[in-house]
């Protein structure tokens, strides 16, 4: 199982820089322990300068795999021997897979993100009408990911409206999709289903700010954040009192990782467990979860 012969033990890392804040090594080190797998998951500090040697040294160290994290996504990419349709599709890659010295990136943010949307509050996503606030890394590989499910249309809205343009041309043969500046959601919002914001706005240390009027946001909206940090976002609070039914980040961040998961072992990831580790890590129980919903 271990990406160099001779060894039995699962080398499993992330790399970023930083990366002392990074939940990843909690989550995977709990995931290992409940599925009784013998190995470690490591932080890895790695400047930008290093990156390709640090690459290398998943080969060399024997790592069956890692995780890459900001600000490495995109390029770490060039350094990998095969990029996974999703790693493609999203344009970067978050996650190596170490075959014997063949490394292979994959993306499972947009596919963690769908399958967290998917199990907690929009159970099919056919023929829904979506609007992605932001047009960044994050809004890349979940779009990506939200053409799969057939949706009826998706509108990306960005402060830079060039890049909801270029983004929502790059998805033109896969789907109905539109960009438009941030201004302009106002005559967008009355008829979409579900609002995504993929923007930074929101996230710590500015948690009071909000991606959008909430004075636009209606009854039976969902309305769903990135964000995790914190768990319910100023965004997700207001749609709260307004009747939307909402959506925070942390799933996202569980599934992302619990794909990659079972992309090392081969087995399917402790999901609960995970979910769990993270809310002791947030100092929140499951009880709290409940009222955070
Ligand atoms: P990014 O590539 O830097 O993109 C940031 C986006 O936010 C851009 O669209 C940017 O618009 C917009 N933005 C930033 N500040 C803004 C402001 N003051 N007003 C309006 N728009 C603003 O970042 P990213 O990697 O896509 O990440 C975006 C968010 O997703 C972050 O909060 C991140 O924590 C979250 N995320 C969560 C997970 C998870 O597992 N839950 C995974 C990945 C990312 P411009 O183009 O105009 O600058």
Known sequence: MAGKTGSTDLLLGVMGDPIAQSKSPLMHTAALKALGLPGAYVPLHIAPGQLGEAVQAIRVLGFRG????IPHKIAVMEYLDRLDESALAGGAVNTIVNDNGVLTGYNTDGIGYVRSLKAEAVPDLTGARILVLGAGGAARGIISALLQEQPAAVVVANRTAGKAHELAASWQSAGTVSGVAMEDIAGIIPAADIVINTTSVGMY????????????????????DLIYNPLRTRLLEQALNTGCTIHGGLGMFIYQGAYAFEYWTGQAAPVEI?????LDAFGVSEADMELLK
């Open 66 to 69: 890692v995780n890459v994290t």
């Open 205 to 224: 240390p500015y948690p009071d700010e909000l991606p959008l009027d909430p004075g636009l946001l209606h009854k039976g909206l969902v309305v769903s």
């Open 274 to 278: 995970m979910r769990q580790t993270m």
